[in-house]
């Protein structure tokens, strides 16, 4: 039985036992909010949900292949997204607690309007159509080349088969099947790390040791990657979804492990990079290492592949129906739910065969939606709804400077790769506060006028 067959057997077994296990979502409480027994999940649930819906294929290749380049270095840097879930842990524990806010939305609403509401939407829901084939994209690269057969085959057959046990249970089966993944990824991923490591030539010396602490070797991409975690988790329903499911505490509690833990589990998926470059290997570090070791830890590897995608792609379904049902307020029903999630699917899916480039998921969309910081980090202080525009607006245009490469080079003051994508976040998160605040400066001075005429 060749390696393709096995990878195939793991693909369908898994997704079959996950149907068979998942819950049935009878009511909306269950398909949209993971009640279950009236129950909210627990903060063991809650953070292992959390952190595996976040360790998307894309991200752990993008792990390995950063240990790859710059040592472990690249996989810390990497990691500086995780305190994406420490800022939304406690800035929405203090929405819900002081605000007394249910949603995002709800928020956004009450404070700029339903316009802001609707272009908040449009991002969310451009970012959930992205997740579905950057995701599935990577599961179809190991089973063929890029356009091959096998390659769509391996991606229709498994986005089917994870659509088919989101549609069951909604977020609840989300939920549930995101701890069994976790497990099943912790376990995974010790195996690849104990045979790494029972190599005489490589030891954790030598990953302590790889890597330069430099701007050019990785350090850009670090900073980046922490001034972007002051807006990212906002744009993400997949994270905030769980941020409003269970208690205030309960929340808190699991989103600042989850930071803790997810950035762990990431720079310790990196190490397999790092051990890819004492080797000399080139190309996909995770593939060449599973290809070293044989066709146990290769499959292993896969499996890692397929568990995480998995996890983000069911994450990414249950989010964009309640997106659509609840926080849009379209319509309130299970069929509703199920239609949407298929929609999804289907849509999410074209750009594979449209041969669509893989745009990261976190460098390019992190800086378009940095405009987010201010509305999230002073979500407490009163400003005219001209501020949300002004910020977001301003965000995207950023952003596009870094897609199109027009940003001028006199205002970039390191070197290397990433050096772009860091000052483009510190110009443009500089300019994104300046151009929230004008506003409600201006309306000030107005005041001032005002009431020195009538004195």
């Known amino acids: 039985m060749d390696i393709i067959n096995w990878q195939w057997t793991l693909i369908i077994a898994s997704s079959l036992l996950l149907f068979i296990l998942s819950p ?15 129950k909210a ?3 063991l649930v809650l953070t292992g949900s959390l952190i595996i819906s976040w360790i998307f294929a ?3 290749t993008n792990a390995a292949n950063l240990g790859l380049s710059f040592g472990i270095v690249g996989g810390v840097a990497y990691a500086g997204y995780y305190v994406s879930f420490a ?3 406690l800035l929405i524990y203090k929405m819900r607690v002081v605000g007394g806010f249910k949603s995002i939305h709800q928020f956004l609403t009450t404070k700029f309007g339903k316009g802001a509401m609707a272009l908040f939407s449009i991002l969310i829901a451009i970012r959930l159509f992205n997740e579905v084939w950057s995701n599935t994209m990577v599961i179809g690269s190991y089973f063929g080349e890029t356009g091959s057969s096998n390659y769509y085959k391996a991606i229709i057959v498994f986005t089917i088969l994870t659509l088919a046990y989101a549609i069951k249970g909604g977020l609840s089966s989300s939920i549930f099947t995101d701890v069994i993944q976790m497990v099943l990824f912790s376990i ?4 690849i790390l104990w045979n790494i490591f ?3 030539t490589f030891s954790v010396t030598d990953v302590v040791t790889s890597g330069t602490w430099s701007f050019e070797l990785g350090l850009n991409l670090f900073f980046a990657a922490i001034i972007q975690s002051f807006s990212y988790p906002f744009h993400d329903p997949v994270l905030t979804d769980r941020a409003f499911i269970s208690s205030p505490k309960v929340t808190r509690k699991s989103f600042l492990w989850a930071s803790l833990l997810g950035a762990i589990c990431i720079i310790l998926f990196s190490v397999i990079g790092v051990y890819a470059q004492t080797q000399g290997f080139k ?13 146990v830890i290769l499959l292993v590897i896969n499996f890692i592949m397929i568990t995480s995608a998995a996890s983000t792609l069911d994450s990414t379904f249950s989010s964009f129906s309640k997106l659509l049902a609840i926080d849009l307020g379209m319509v309130n029903d299970l069929t509703f739910g199920r239609a949407s999630m298929a929609a999804i699917a289907i849509l999410g899916t074209l750009p594979v065969f449209l041969e669509a480039e893989i745009l990261s998921a976190t460098t390019i969309s992190g800086t378009m939606v940095i405009g987010l910081t201010p509305i999230f980090l002073f979500w407490n202080i009163k400003v005219p709804k001209m501020s949300f525009y002004l910020s977001v607006i301003t965000g995207l245009v950023f952003g596009f400077t870094l897609v199109f490469n027009v940003f001028p080079e006199a205002l970039i003051f390191t070197k290397g790769k990433y050096a772009d994508l860091l000052w483009v976040n510190i110009w443009g998160i500089l300019s994104c506060n300046i151009l929230y605040f004008i506003p409600k400066w201006l309306a000030s001075k107005n005041i001032v006028l005002k009431t020195s005429s009538v004195s």
């Open 58 to 60: 894309k991200s752990i």
């Open 87 to 89: 800022v939304a842990g």
């Open 24 to 38: 049935l979502a009878k009511t909306t409480e269950e398909f949209f909010k993971a009640v279950h027994k009236r």
């Open 198 to 200: 029972s190599i005489d």
């Open 188 to 191: 995974l991923l010790m195996v």
């Open 41 to 43: 999940p627990n903060s």
């Open 283 to 295: 190309g996909q570090a995770a593939v060449e290492v599973g290809k070293a070791f044989g066709v």
